[in-house]
Each structure stands twice: as structure tokens, then as C-alpha cells.
């Protein structure tokens, strides 16, 4: 086999062969929306989350507080800031499941732009671990979004995800009903809830191109779930600068779709990181198809056909008009939901979620007997 190094293979070169593009932050509007300003960022240490603090530490903020469970990955952000001389930042290990512990935050630092960016994103992990899904993605959000309104923040922005659209896991369906619950709160209080929708960013945590990078450095196979299955990609970069974007231009309510370009089938860009690392398919390294993982789908989508697509000022950010529904049984199934969930087993908790989803039908998971029954 040739000789491969992973050093090989630039991020550059794989975003232009799926016609990504970046831009600056060019609007205006971002530095008076974050000037002199307390925020504060769940997830902060993950991929979204960290590039939304490097972004927002450009601007005249007063104080930046970043919250994370994980202590390693906030610990390495926390250095990366010493380095390049940030100031003005808190860094707080903790569960935004944990009620009390985020109360204590919100009395503590007084933030007034919320980010909620921390989540479980993992589609077969969550698929075997329903109630954790559960516990993170929708009670976790929950708690932030209260706390929002109990403490007048003047905007909580939660980053959803296309899994969202029609969900076909629990993932996805966690992230639907995350996005509901704050629908169902905007216009209660002060608070201007904003969600922004977007697909895969490149590079993140537990995406296809540094595992393929890690299968070639240790002699393949590449593996992929199909030949046909296609996904969206976006850099992280612009992905956070669009949701900073969008945010300025919420008024509450609003979902917010990227545009992402064209889907990409995972097959081709396998193939296009083998050639980037001079390595010759298959006679250097071979591609295995393994089969769709537990929940997956074979493509995504950035909205339902039961929502209404709508231009706005940027050519980057659409904005999503959904159906009205009847927000005080949704907000009361999801109280539902939160307080049985680690008391119930996992099909409970799956159908408790199909329920409140009429949309959600299980693809390739043990989850499908509940769909039968419907």
C-alpha cells in the first residue's frame, strides 16, 4: 500500500470539491447586536458551540459565558482563548438537564442572549439510548428556554438540526420536539425564541470526513452505509456565522433554514478522499459498504411539505412558515414526556414521542413494531 500521511489531505480541498463556500461576517447588524452584551452558550465546547464563541469574541461582548459537561473539551477551548489573548469568557462544567445548576447560572451572570447549542446528535447512539436523547435534547432545552423566559433574556437561539424534518429516529424526533417547545413559548414573557435548521457541518464531531481520515491512516477499508445515501454539508465556520445571521434578524417564532446547496452522496466523497491522498481505489484501499445504521435515512431534507419556504435578506438564510397547532396539548404531552422519562422504559418513551410526532415513523430500528400498531 502507499505510503499515507493524514497531513495529506486539506480541509480546502474537500471543501471545493462539495462546492462549499465561506464568506465574512458582512452584516452589519452583528456587532450592535452582541456589543456590551452578556451571552451565553450551551455546548460551548463543541463544534458549533466553540466556532459561535471564536465569532462572538470578535465583537465588543461584556461577558461571554460557556457551558459544557464535557470538562476535557472545554478545558482545550479554555486554553485555545489564553493563546489568543480573549478575555472577558467563564467556562462552567455542568448538565443543562440539571434545573438548579443552570438556575443558579442565570442568577449568577444575568446573560441576555442565550445560544443553546448542547445537544446529542449521534443518530444510532441515541437510537439505543432513547431516554438519554430524551433527557438532553428536550429537557435540557426545556430548562434553557424556561430559564430564558423567567430571566427576560431577550433572545434564546437553539440550533436544530435537518434530522428534524420528518424524523425517522430518535434523534431527530428529540430535535422536532425541542423545536416545538420553544414554538410553543414564544410570545410568553419577553423572550424571542429563534431556531436555526441546518445539515452537516464538515469536520464536526462524529462526521464521515475525519473517520475517513482515520481509516486511510490505518489501511481502510473506508466504510459507508450505501452507495446511494447522499447528505448536506456545510462548513462549521459558515454555519455558526449564519446562525449569528439569522439571529439578528429573528423577531420570534421564526425557524430558520440554511440553504446548503446540493446533497452529496457519501460514496463520492470516499472516493475523492482517497484520491486526494494519492492512494488508488481499490488497489490501495478498498470502500465497504456495511449497511444503513439503526434509524438512518438514506437522504435528507431541510423542511417538510408541510412548511412554507420563505426568501429574507440574505441569500444564504431562508425562513420556514409552519402550520399552526394547538400549543397548550403539545407543551402539556412534553411536560408528560420530561417527567416520565427515566422513569419508563424505552418503547414507552418512543411512543410518548410518536405520539406528540405524528410525522415520525422508525426506519430500520426496533422502534418500527410501534409504528405497526398505530
Excluded: W
Excluded at 450551551?42 to 462572538?56: F, Q, Y
Amino acid at each position: 500500500m502507499a505510503d499515507f500521511k493524514g497531513k495529506q489531505i486539506h480541509d480546502k480541498y474537500i471543501e471545493e470539491f462539495l462546492s462549499i463556500e465561506q464568506s465574512g461576517l458582512v452584516d452589519s447588524n452583528l456587532a450592535s447586536e452582541y456589543n456590551n452584551e452578556i451571552i451565553l452558550i450551551t455546548g460551548a465546547a463543541g463544534s458549533i458551540g466553540s466556532e459561535l464563541a471564536r465569532k462572538i469574541a470578535m465583537f465588543g461582548y461584556k461577558e461571554l459565558i460557556l457551558i459544557d459537561i464535557s470538562e476535557s473539551s472545554l478545558y482545550n477551548l479554555q486554553q485555545e482563548f489564553f493563546m489568543l489573548g480573549i478575555k472577558n469568557f467563564i467556562l462552567i462544567v455542568a448538565d443543562i438537564r440539571d434545573m438548579h445548576r443552570m438556575s443558579q447560572i442565570f442568577d449568577n451572570y444575568k446573560p441576555k442572549i442565550v445560544f443553546h447549542a448542547a445537544a446529542y446528535k449521534h443518530v444510532p447512539l441515541m437510537e439505543s439510548n432513547p431516554n438519554e436523547a430524551v433527557g438532553v435534547n428536550i429537557l435540557g432545552t426545556k430548562n434553557i428556554a424556561d430559564l430564558s423566559i423567567t430571566h427576560n433574556i431577550k433572545k434564546c437561539i437553539l440550533i436544530s438540526t435537518d434530522k428534524a424534518v420528518n424524523p425517522t429516529n430518535v434523534m431527530g424526533a428529540t430535535k422536532r420536539i425541542a423545536e416545538l417547545y420553544v414554538k410553543c413559548l414564544n410570545g410568553r414573557g419577553n423572550t424571542k425564541f429563534i431556531t436555526t435548521r441546518f445539515g452537516n457541518v464538515l469536520g464536526s464531531n462524529g462526521s464521515v470526513i475525519p473517520l475517513f481520515k482515520k481509516q486511510l491512516i490505518s489501511g481502510g477499508p473506508i466504510t459507508i452505509t450505501h452507495k446511494n445515501i447522499t447528505r448536506y454539508f456545510m462548513t462549521i465556520s459558515t454555519a455558526s456565522q449564519l446562525v449569528l445571521q439569522a439571529s439578528t434578524m429573528g423577531n420570534g417564532g421564526e425557524i430558520f433554514v440554511f440553504n446548503m446547496g446540493k446533497p452529496i452522496k457519501i460514496y463520492d466523497i470516499a472516493l475523492h478522499i482517497i484520491r486526494l491522498s494519492g492512494l488508488k481505489f481499490p488497489d490501495d484501499i478498498d470502500i465497504k459498504i456495511i449497511g444503513l445504521r439503526s434509524g438512518e435515512k438514506f437522504s435528507e431534507e431541510l423542511y417538510s411539505e408541510n412548511e412554507i419556504i420563505k426568501s429574507t435578506s440574505h441569500d444564504k438564510i431562508l425562513m420556514i412558515e409552519t402550520k399552526p397547532f394547538k400549543k397548550e396539548i403539545i407543551e402539556t404531552k412534553i411536560n408528560m414526556l420530561c417527567k416520565k422519562n427515566f422513569k419508563s422504559q424505552k418503547l414507552e418513551i418512543v411512543a410518548i414521542m410518536k405520539n406528540i410526532l405524528p410525522e415520525y415513523v422508525s426506519n430500520n430500528s426496533k422502534f418500527e413494531l410501534l409504528d405497526s400498531t398505530n
